[in-house]
Nanobody, 126 residues
Framework: VQLQASGGGLVQAGGSLKLSCSASGSVFGINFMAWFRQAPGKQREYVAGIIRGATTNYADYADAVKGRFTISRDNAENTMYLTMNSLKPEDTAVYYC??????????????????WGQGTQVTVSS
């Protein structure tokens, strides 16, 4: 499975961006996708995750982005999105997407993903 993240860029504080993560290859069974980010000098952190359900998808968010970011997934296109509103300078980071064929998820934040994208830079100026 290959993941291609895109959509990053430079935006002023308060602005919006929409990231995309396109999955290709042997994507059958990929039921759990997530976004992580890593700022300079900091550890990678969980941003949001989405689990594909039978009829609806289940979304989860880190406290730092709740109410501002929205994760979504187009199952037919094997693409995940992250719509980021009200961006803050502290959101500046490289954003990575991850995917897995999850059997049992104890915590979405600490799940060990099988596949990772290359990252896309998001820079929020003050």
């Amino acid at each position: 499975v290959q993941l291609q993240a895109s959509g990053g860029g430079l935006v002023q504080a308060g602005g919006s961006l929409k990231l995309s993560c396109s999955a290709s290859g042997s994507v059958f069974g990929i039921n759990f996708m997530a976004w992580f980010r890593q700022a300079p000098g900091k550890q990678r952190e969980y941003v949001a995750g989405i689990i594909r359900g039978a009829t609806t998808n289940y979304a989860d968010y880190a406290d730092a982005v709740k109410g501002r970011f929205t994760i979504s997934r187009d199952n037919a296109e094997n693409t995940m999105y992250l719509t980021m509103n009200s961006l803050k300078p502290e959101d500046t980071a490289v954003y990575y997407c991850a995917a897995a064929r999850a059997v049992e998820i104890t915590t979405m934040e600490h799940y060990e993903f099988d596949y990772w994208g290359q990252g896309t830079q998001v820079t929020v100026s003050s």
